[in-house]
């Protein structure tokens, strides 16, 4: 539990998640009035995500949002005056951290052909390349089977889950 001596450095710590401790995220929440401790959800935090292989006619912010509500909880959509010359979107959402990390989403297009984009995590800390969740490794995880743990040359998540840190006009 944390207190802090003002409103202004309570807000400047939240609005900064994820936050990390020893490679694992620390989840904050405010209690407000009489709310228990005890009885505070702990499990969702917010991320920033970013979006890869969105076609050109479909970099927008409604598109921004329609992906966002569908990896958690929609926060904010990074707004940029040349949005649509970004190679990424960015959204901001509150991930359940007792599901495994989405890595692709298939998006139905309007008249034309599906496609598929792909996710990268900002700020991303310990996570299972087996299971996709965070808080643990792939030795200490308890999702998926010995076999599975050993053999490590079948991994469909890797690294590349974790985003580069982003910096504006990066990835023009």
Sequence with gaps: MFRFRGVKDKTKILAGEPWH???HV??????EGQEQPSNIFLFVTPFW???HGLPFNYRDSKIAMMIGKKLGVLMEVYQEEDWDMLSIMR???GLNLRNPLRTTLPVAAEEEEAFVVSFRYEQLPTFC???RRLGHGMKDCGYKSDEEIHDEGSLSYTEELRAPPFRKNFFF
């Design 21 to 23: 401790f020893d490679h």
């Design 26 to 31: 620390l989840v904050l929440r405010s209690v």
């Design 49 to 51: 995500v970013q979006i």
């Design 91 to 93: 959204v901001r959402v």
């Design 129 to 131: 390349f087996l299971c």
